[in-house]
């Protein structure tokens, strides 16, 4: 993209509700984009549910709405804000999917909002760079492995050459790497079967079978990580599972999952990975976009961290629910999340539903002592109600004392 053409006012999509008990998508590298398109000067406008994560930290962004990122918010946000261009490549699997769906629907279109990408591997390289940070402030040490899995026309030319290899030697490997070839021949590089393993060091690795664009590309990508000083190994059988990833892959995984034994595959220990995608736009009827994302693991990261640090670090179990219903509700919702934090009281939320029911339900399943329920006539008028959860009975205080007084009744407890 040439500097003239850069667009004025941007946005941005972060990631879906982080439930507990569930896997989630960090949204760091969204935080840096901001910085990023603030320093040109460009106006930013995100959609994030969680007000928990990085990117939503306070004036990042010039706009910041905590909503859902469906397209049904992410159209009225787009409808009220009127930005040049958007942003779908920061919030993981929820963005990528809300954007694709608004593609389809018109709404870009209708509006005049271009999808950007980006096409340089050192966005590949700051990702890495982000996670790896991530994970050094969790005190979690990993190792990073990375690959090239090419592009639409120089994979098939290599699927090709893998299932010919795989075909000569067909009698040697396990029935199920008998049974992938064809379009599942990449999988044969996952194969933990002992004997397979042995036919898959001689096969030929993909770097030496990438076209022009995917050479350069990976090498100019492997530049970039070097220049990062952090440990990384070039992995040739790595291809995730996914069909959609094109040119570089990556996977974080525990520090000694070396000396693991050889039965422990990459999927059961994996604590991140990702990779560019920049044909599933296309792939699904947009234009073509380059685009890339990673996720976390954050149960198994969690997991690492209370093995490496049994104090600290380790998320609590929630004590209070906070359920909100409507959006000066989803407003105000942030600084009592704050004012929770700050009396370190753990607190949980689930901004992504939207009606009372199921969220109290959460609050149920999580079986907090108490929630904190607040809507828009709340909101106005400056209250929350304090529902105690073991028996029922609700109360309304004012929303500036609700985290003090939730403190005194836990210790009461
Ligand atoms: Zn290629
Ligand atoms: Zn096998």
Partial sequence: MNKSAFPKKVLILGSGALKIGEAGEFDYSGSQAIKALKEEGIKTILVNPNIATNQTSKNLANEVYFLPVNPYFVEKVIAAERPDAILLSFGGQTALNCGLELDKKGVFKKYGVEVLGEESPIAEAQVIQLFSRIFKSLNVKVLVEVNSIGCKRCRPVYKK?????????????????????????????????????????????????????????????????EGLDLPFTLNHYLVR??????????????????????????????????????????????????????????????????????????????????????????????????????CHIPIAESFGKENIKSQLSIANKLQVTYALILGHKEALEGTIILRDMVSGKQETIAISDVAREVKKRLVRR
């Avoid at 393993?197 to 664009?213: M, S």
């Avoid at 990702?274 to 997991?303: F, K, Q």
């Avoid at 104090?311 to 704050?338: C, I, M, N, T, Y």
């Fill in 161 to 225: 050459l893998l299932s010919a290899y795989y075909r000569a030697r067909s009698r040697q490997v396990c029935e199920d790497c008998r049974k992938r070839s064809g379009a599942n021949i990449l999988r044969v590089l996952d194969c933990k079967e002992e004997k397979c393993q042995i036919i898959k060091r001689g096969a030929p690795p993909i770097v030496d079978h990438l076209c022009e664009g995917c050479r350069n590309h990976f090498k100019l990508f492997l530049e970039f990580i």
């Fill in 241 to 342: 599972g996914l069909d959609y990833y094109t040119r570089t892959v990556f996977e974080f995984l525990p520090e000694d999952f070396g000396k693991m034994d050889d039965e422990t595959s990459h999927a059961q220990v994996a604590l991140g990975g990702g990779g560019r995608y920049d044909h599933l736009i296309e792939i699904l009827g947009g234009r073509p976009t380059p685009a890339l994302g990673a996720a976390l693991g954050i149960e198994r990261v969690i997991e690492l961290m209370k093995q490496h640090s049994p104090e600290e670090g380790v998320e609590k179990r929630p004590l209070v629910f906070l359920v909100q219903l409507g959006e000066l509700a989803k407003k105000k919702s942030l600084q009592v999340f704050d004012d929770f934090v700050k």
